[in-house]
C-alpha cells in the first residue's frame, strides 16, 4: 500500500463520518419541518424578551409564555434566571405539538461572570491565545448559567472615537481585527458545538455599523463597495471562515437600504460570496426600525427582511404578526420561510438541543465555574496585558513597594465603573478597585490614602444621559460631600504622600451602545483636580480609564507619566496595580489611534495619501493650521519599561518572482535592566497600483520575550497573499512592482526595506 492510498484512507475516515453526520442532521430537520405547521415554523423565527432581567433595549415581550405554549418561540433572549430558563424549556419541550428546545441568547460580550477588560482594551494586547482563552472562560460559565448563545464578537471596524461602541470592538484595522475574530469565535464555540462548554457565537455588526456618520449611534452610513471589501468586510468574512454560526444585522443602511432589509449583504455577499451556512438574526427591534427609515409599515419591511436572507426577528414580533398574512398575498413564499426555519433548527440540531434541552443548565457547574479562583487569575492576567503605557519620560513608573501613595480621583475606588460596559451578569461587589489593588500588591510598607477629589463630570447632559444600564446594579454608594471639601480632601492626601496616582477619564456608562460623546476630553471637573494635583509638586501618574480613545492633548503636555488602563473587568485593580510595582510590565499596544483633537476625526494609521501630501513648510499641501496631521498616539503604539533596539531589515530576496515567499528578518534587543514582551509589527507599502493604496498597511506581528541585554532575530514570511488588494472591479489580486516593508514597534516607528515583486 503505497503513501497516497494510505492518505486517501486517512481523509475518507475523516470526512465519511462528517457526511454521516449532515446526513442524520438533513433527514431529521426534512422529517421535522415536514410535520410542523406553518404558524409553527413561523414561531421559530421569533425571539422574545420576558422582561424581568436585563433590557439591552426598548421594550419587552408580552404573554411570553402563551406564546411558547402555542409554539411561536424560537428564542430568548435576557432570560432573568437560571429558573426561569429551565421553566421556558419546559413548556417548549413539553406543551408544544413538536417539542423544540428554545435557544437562550445572552450578551455576553467580554465575560458572564468573570469580566474580562472591554473588547477594545483585549485587542491592546495583541494576543490572540489570551484573547481566545477570555472567550472560552466566558462560554464556559455562560453555559452552566443556561446560555446557549452569545451575541459576540463584535467586529465593526471604526475610526472614530467618538462612536461609544468601539469599546465592544478591535480597533481601527482590518488584518488585527480579523485575528481577533477568529480567536474570538474559536473561543466561544470550542472545537465542537455539542461540547459541554461550547456557546454559539454571533458576529455583529452585519455590516459597517463602525463607521456611522459623525460616530453618532444608529446613524447612517454611506460608503463605496471598494471601502466594505478593503477595510470593514475582512474582520466579518474572518469570523464566518472561522465558522461562526450566526450573524446579528446592523442598524445602519448600505446603498440607502438598512442592513435589516438588504438582500445584496446577506445573501449576495454572505451566503454566496463567502458561503454562510448559519443563520443571520436581526438587532433588538431593527425590523420596525426599517420603519422610520421610510421602507413602509410592519408588514412590508418584515417582508423585507425575511427576502433578504434574515432568519430570526429579535423582539418586534414583525414575523410573528405579519407573515401569514404576506404568504397569503405572495409577497413571501413559504420556501423562504422553510430556508430561514430549516437554518435555525440546524443550529439548534448542531448545538445537541435535541438530545438534551436542558444542557446549558448546569448547577453544580456553576457552583465550581462561576468567578473561580482559576477564572479571575485568567482575568488578571489577561488585564496585565491589556493595559497601555502611553508616557514614563521621568521614569516614575515602576513604583517602589514602599512610602505614602495618594489614590485620587472619581474612578480610584469605583466598583462599577472597573467593570465598564455591556456587563449585564457581571457582579461590581465583586471588582477589586484601584484602590484595592493597590493595597493588595503594595504590601505592608506601602501606605495608600484615598480620596475622590471630584465629581466624574458637572455637565448636566452628561450626568443625566451617561447612567450605566449594562449590570444589573446600577446604582452604588458614593460620597456625598460638597465638590470643595472632596477636592480639600484630595489636596491634603497629595502632600502628605510621595506619589500620586490620579484615576480620571470615563465612567463606563459613557461608552459602549448608545453613548456617543462629541467631546472626548477628561471632563472639566476632572481636569481641574488634575492641575491642583500637579501644583503640589509631587510625582503624578495619571491612570485613564476610558471605553474609547479620549483626546489626552492636555494631559500629555502637562504630565510625564500617563497610563491607559480601560475599564479591565473584575480583577482590573490588582492588574493595574500589577503593572504600576513593575510586577507585570506593560506590553500592550492601541489598536486604535488617539486623536490631538476632535477635529482630527477621523484619525488612522492606514490612510491614503493625497496629490499634496503633508509639508510643514508648504501652504498648499494637505493640513490643519492648528494642528499637526498625525495622531497624539498612533496606532500599534506602547511603551514598556523594557527599551528595545531593532535592526535593519533582511530580506532573504529583495527581487522574487511569481507565487513564492521570501523572509523579511530583524534583530531585536533588550537595552534596559527589565525582562519585557515586544510586540513587533510588520506592515507593507504598495508604491504603485491601479487604485490608490494606504500608505502602509498590517500584514503581520508577533510578541516576543527577551531578558535585559537578550537579542532574538525575528523573521515574518511575506507571499503573495500579503501584497493582495481589491481592485476596482473587487476583483481579489496583487500586481507586479515596488513595495516597502516597515517592521517595527508601532505604525509610526519602525525600519523600512525595499522590495521588487514579479510576476
Not at 143 to 163: L, N, Q
Not at 550 to 573: M, N, P, R, V, Y
Not at 611 to 631: E, I, Q, T
Request: hydrophobic content about 35%; charged content about 20%; aromatic content about 8%.
Amino acid at each position: 500500500m503505497n503513501k497516497l492510498t494510505i492518505l486517501l484512507l486517512f481523509l475518507a475516515g475523516l470526512v465519511l463520518p462528517v457526511c454521516a453526520q449532515q446526513n442524520e442532521m438533513d433527514r431529521f430537520i426534512t422529517d421535522l419541518l415536514g410535520k410542523m405547521t406553518l404558524q409553527e415554523k413561523i414561531g421559530q423565527l421569533n425571539q422574545v424578551v420576558p422582561g424581568g432581567g436585563a433590557v439591552t433595549g426598548s421594550g419587552i415581550s408580552q404573554g411570553v409564555e402563551t406564546k411558547i405554549k402555542e409554539g411561536k418561540v424560537g428564542s430568548m433572549l435576557n432570560s432573568p434566571s437560571v429558573e426561569y430558563t429551565r421553566k421556558a424549556q419546559e413548556l417548549a419541550v413539553t406543551t408544544t405539538k413538536s417539542k423544540i428546545p428554545i435557544l437562550f441568547g445572552l450578551d455576553v460580550i467580554h465575560g458572564y461572570k468573570t469580566i474580562f477588560p472591554i473588547p477594545l482594551a483585549l485587542s491592546c494586547s495583541w494576543d490572540m491565545d489570551q484573547i481566545e482563552r477570555s472567550a472560552r472562560i466566558a462560554a464556559i460559565e455562560a453555559s452552566s448559567a443556561g446560555v446557549g448563545w452569545t451575541f459576540s464578537p463584535m467586529v465593526d471596524i471604526s475610526r472614530d472615537p467618538r462612536w461609544g461602541r468601539v469599546a465592544e470592538g478591535g480597533g481601527e484595522d482590518p488584518y488585527l481585527g480579523s485575528r481577533i475574530a477568529e480567536a474570538m469565535v474559536k473561543g466561544y464555540q470550542g472545537n465542537d458545538l455539542r461540547g459541554e462548554t461550547s456557546i454559539l457565537a454571533c458576529v455583529k455588526h452585519f455590516a459597517l455599523y463602525g463607521a456611522s456618520e459623525a460616530g453618532r449611534d444608529y446613524n447612517t452610513v454611506d460608503m463605496s463597495r471598494l471601502s466594505m471589501y478593503q477595510y470593514y468586510f475582512p474582520p466579518y468574512k474572518a469570523a464566518v471562515d472561522a465558522g461562526a454560526g450566526s450573524v446579528m444585522t446592523s442598524f445602519n443602511v448600505i446603498d440607502g437600504v438598512p442592513s435589516t432589509g438588504n438582500h445584496w449583504l446577506h445573501t449576495e455577499v454572505l451566503r454566496n460570496q463567502w458561503g454562510f451556512n448559519g443563520f443571520v438574526v436581526t438587532d433588538y427591534n431593527a425590523i420596525l426600525e426599517m420603519i422610520p427609515h421610510g421602507l413602509g409599515d410592519i408588514k412590508s419591511v418584515s417582508a423585507l427582511a425575511l427576502n433578504a436572507g434574515v432568519d430570526m426577528d429579535m423582539v418586534d414580533e414583525g414575523f410573528l404578526s405579519t407573515l401569514e398574512k404576506s404568504v397569503e398575498d405572495g409577497s413571501v413564499s413559504v420556501e423562504n420561510i422553510d430556508k430561514a426555519c430549516r437554518r435555525i433548527l440546524e443550529m439548534k440540531y448542531k448545538l445537541g438541543l435535541f438530545d438534551n434541552p436542558y444542557r446549558f443548565i448546569n448547577e453544580e457547574r456553576m457552583k465550581t465555574d462561576l468567578l473561580s479562583a482559576q477564572h479571575r487569575k485568567a482575568a488578571r492576567e489577561i488585564s496585565q496585558r491589556s493595559i497601555v503605557l502611553l508616557k514614563n519620560s521621568d521614569k516614575t513608573l515602576p513604583l517602589k513597594k514602599e512610602g505614602r501613595i495618594a489614590v485620587v480621583g472619581p474612578l480610584a475606588k469605583s466598583k462599577i465603573d472597573m467593570l465598564g460596559t455591556w456587563t449585564i451578569s457581571g457582579d461590581p461587589s465583586e471588582a477589586v478597585t484601584l484602590v484595592e489593588g493597590i493595597t493588595n500588591v503594595g504590601g505592608n510598607k506601602v501606605s495608600v490614602n484615598y480620596a475622590r477629589g471630584s465629581q466624574f463630570t458637572t455637565d448636566p447632559m452628561l450626568q443625566r444621559n451617561g447612567g450605566n444600564v449594562w449590570v444589573r446594579v446600577v446604582e452604588e454608594k458614593t460620597e456625598t460631600v460638597s465638590d470643595e471639601k472632596m477636592l480639600s480632601d484630595a489636596l491634603e492626601a497629595a502632600r502628605k504622600a510621595d506619589v500620586i496616582v490620579a484615576a480620571v477619564g470615563e465612567s463606563a456608562g459613557w461608552s459602549g451602545e448608545a453613548s456617543s460623546r462629541s467631546d472626548i476630553t477628561i471632563p472639566e471637573c476632572q481636569k481641574q483636580l488634575l492641575k491642583k494635583l500637579k501644583e503640589t509638586g509631587k510625582p503624578v501618574v495619571v491612570v485613564v480609564f476610558s471605553g474609547r480613545p479620549l483626546d489626552l492633548s492636555w494631559e500629555e503636555s502637562q504630565f510625564s507619566t500617563i497610563i491607559q488602563a480601560w475599564h479591565g473587568g473584575t480583577e482590573a485593580g490588582n492588574a493595574l496595580a500589577d503593572v504600576l510595582f513593575g510586577d507585570y510590565n506593560p506590553s500592550g499596544k492601541l489598536s486604535m489611534s488617539f486623536p490631538r483633537s476632535v477635529g482630527q476625526i477621523p484619525v488612522y494609521y492606514n490612510h491614503f495619501n493625497t496629490g499634496r501630501p503633508y509639508n510643514a513648510m508648504s501652504k498648499f499641501s494637505s493640513k490643519y493650521l492648528d494642528v499637526v496631521n498625525d495622531p497624539l498616539f498612533p496606532f500599534g503604539y506602547g511603551l514598556s519599561y523594557s527599551t528595545f533596539e531593532y535592526g535593519n531589515i533582511e530580506l532573504s530576496n529583495n527581487k522574487p518572482v511569481g507565487e513564492t515567499k521570501i523572509e523579511a528578518s530583524v534583530v531585536i534587543k533588550n537595552t534596559s535592566k527589565y525582562a519585557g514582551e515586544e510586540v513587533v509589527q510588520l506592515y507593507i507599502s504598495d508604491k504603485v497600483a491601479a487604485v490608490s493604496r494606504p500608505v502602509k498597511e498590517l500584514k503581520g506581528f508577533k510578541k516576543v520575550m527577551l531578558q535585559p541585554g537578550e537579542s532574538k532575530k525575528v523573521t515574518f514570511e511575506i507571499g503573495t497573499k500579503e501584497l493582495k488588494y481589491y481592485n476596482n472591479n473587487l476583483e481579489y489580486q496583487w500586481e507586479p512592482g515596488d513595495f516597502v516593508v516597515y517592521i517595527g514597534t508601532s505604525s509610526a516607528d519602525n525600519r523600512s526595506a525595499n522590495l521588487t515583486w514579479m510576476k
